[in-house]
């Protein structure tokens, strides 16, 4: 068999809600476009957790993905009530896609407050991290945290992919957009990776831009952005902003990436009101489709979608989302309607030339920055207290006496209070208590730390959470409080 004849196999995830209508629509046109496709059916979502099956993804559904290694997958459902996680995290992370790649384009005969001003933009967004990780903790009966952990190692892998994107595409820039200004350490792992690893983009122009108003430019000036990469959270809230510029979310495809498994899939949920109605868009699981058959090496099916999906749209045949003079069709006549468009050019829109992408190869260790010299300098202990920092800070300075630490401040909810400042912040019950060992050590011996907790609950105060204070390479690996000097 020569390779040109070579079936690809797909594991195809109907979804929940109006899932199976969008995914049979863009089946429908992918099979008439592209004969080679072999699809293996799968459950995942709501029927999988009525099953019993607490994580929504059954087994067998991991093995067909763990073979085929390409998913389409329609939306699924999140159960309220039963079923702990949500079942499309569970196959991101069961398979690492870490990066999820979202296109922005305006689009032809899709009228928006934004028509004409050439918006072509790319967000690709961090997907397995930060806050999203969900490792939450009820800290005092009122005070909740969330973890937000970045690692080198998933910075290194987003910057690396928004380049590797950007080159299949052709594309000139790629912005990277953080909250570095106020998360140093976390948002600001990405800032530095991202400006070191440009250096190996040269072809590619790369700067920086605060998210905050990276959302504002977005909406003022979209056109300026070309692929911007970011934070799970950040990319999460901004790609969403995004399809509302284009036509909302009947219009937004993704592709969720890892390095040897790619899943497809629409950004938008399984709008259950719309279900069986054929009333809603399939477009944006049909271009879910095009970027699978593009990273599947088959440009030429790829490009024959979609430029029958945007002749049709010129030609103002259009699902009930989009609003102009002429009267919506249902789900299935646009779908035949796009079918019948295939050979069709469309006059306002150029298809972009593709390469295919490179996926960078999977890092071989966990340990990315090598650091010669550790030291600790002191520790955070996260205490619950009822009381005013005034009654706080002399208990505390009191229980270090002897210990080999002493007090240097205490915070809340990251503002110092203690030493006293002389303003009246409104305090809740968990304090952030940092000491200063007496000598700077490599490693805080335990004995140090026991009998400063013990110190503590002599006192009566509760202790939560302890964090090393370190510097490497002398450098310090903590942030100061606001107001600590
Ligand atoms: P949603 O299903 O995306 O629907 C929100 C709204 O977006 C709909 O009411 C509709 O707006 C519009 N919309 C969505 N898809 C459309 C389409 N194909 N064509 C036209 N309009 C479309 O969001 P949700 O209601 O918040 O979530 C419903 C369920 O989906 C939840 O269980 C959620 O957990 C899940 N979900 C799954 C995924 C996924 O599988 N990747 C993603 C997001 C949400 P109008 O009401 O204005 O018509």
């Keep these: 068999m020569s390779k040109s004849d070579a079936k690809h196999h797909v594991t195809l995830i109907l979804g929940d809600g109006i899932g199976p209508e969008v995914v049979a629509s863009a089946r429908t046109l992918i099979d008439a476009a592209c004969p080679r496709i072999v699809w293996e059916e799968a459950e995942a979502g709501a029927e999988v957790f009525k099953k019993g099956v607490a994580s929504g993804v059954p087994q067998h559904t991991i093995d067909s993905l763990s073979k085929t290694r390409l998913a389409l997958k329609g939306p699924l459902e999140t159960p309220v009530g039963f079923g702990e996680k949500s079942a499309n995290v569970t196959l991101r992370k069961l398979f690492e ?54 690692s080198t190692k998933g910075c290194e892998k987003i910057v690396r992919i928004a380049f590797e994107f950007a080159r299949s595409e052709g594309r000139k820039t790629v912005q990277c957009a953080t909250k570095a200004n106020i998360m140093k350490k976390t948002e600001g792992l990405l800032k530095s990776t991202f400006e070191h690893l440009a250096k190996e983009y040269s072809d590619i122009e790369a ?21 911007i990469v ?3 959270m950040n990319g999460d809230i901004i790609s969403d902003l995004g399809s509302g510029l284009i036509g909302g979310l009947g219009f937004a495809p993704s592709a969720n990436i890892g390095h040897d498994v790619a899943i ?24 879910s489709g095009v970027m699978m058959l593009r990273h599947l090496g088959e440009f030429e099916a790829a490009s024959t979608i979609e430029n029958a999906v945007m002749a ?17 069709v249902g789900t299935k006549a646009f779908t035949q309607a796009i079918l019948e468009h295939f050979g069709k050019m469309p006059s306002n829109y150029a298809i972009r030339p593709h390469k295919p992408m490179v996926v960078p190869p999977r890092p071989k ?10 030291e600790t300098v002191g520790l955070d202990i996260f205490t619950e207290f009822d009381g005013t920092a005034a009654d706080l800070g002399p208990m505390l300075e ?13 915070s809340n909810r990251g503002t110092v209070v203690y030493p006293l400042t002389g303003t009246d912040p409104d305090v809740v019950n968990q304090w952030r208590c940092r000491f200063t060992l007496d000598q700077v050590v490599t490693e805080v011996p335990t004995t140090l730390v026991s009998g400063l907790l013990q110190a503590l609950e002599a006192k009566g105060l509760r202790w939560m959470h302890i964090e090393k204070l370190c510097r490497f390479d ?10 600590e000097n």
């Design 207 to 227: 700067w920086h831009i605060i998210i905050d108003n990276c959302a504002h430019q977005l909406v003022k000036k979209p056109e300026q952005f070309d692929v």
């Design 312 to 328: 049709t749209l010129e030609a103002d045949i259009h699902p009930r989302d989009v609003q102009t003079a002429s009267a919506p």
């Design 97 to 150: 896609t870490f990066a999820n790649i979202r296109p922005v384009r305006e689009l032809p005969g899709v009228p928006t407050r934004f028509s004409g001003s050439g918006i072509d933009l790319v967000i690709v967004r961090e997907n397995v991290e930060d806050l999203y990780a969900g490792i939450e903790h009820m800290q005092t009966p009122d005070v909740a945290q969330c973890l937000k952990l970045i």
């Design 264 to 287: 497809f899939e629409a950004v938008h949920g399984s709008a259950p009101k719309y279900t069986g109605k054929d009333v809603i868009n399939p477009t944006a699981m049909i271009l």
């Design 398 to 410: 009191e229980a270090a006496k002897g210990t080999g630490a002493k007090l240097k401040m205490v």
């Design 474 to 483: 002398g450098e310090d690996t903590f942030t100061r409080a606001q107001g």
């Design 230 to 232: 970011t934070t799970n």
């Design 365 to 374: 260790t966990t340990a990315i920055r090598k650091v010669e010299k550790r």
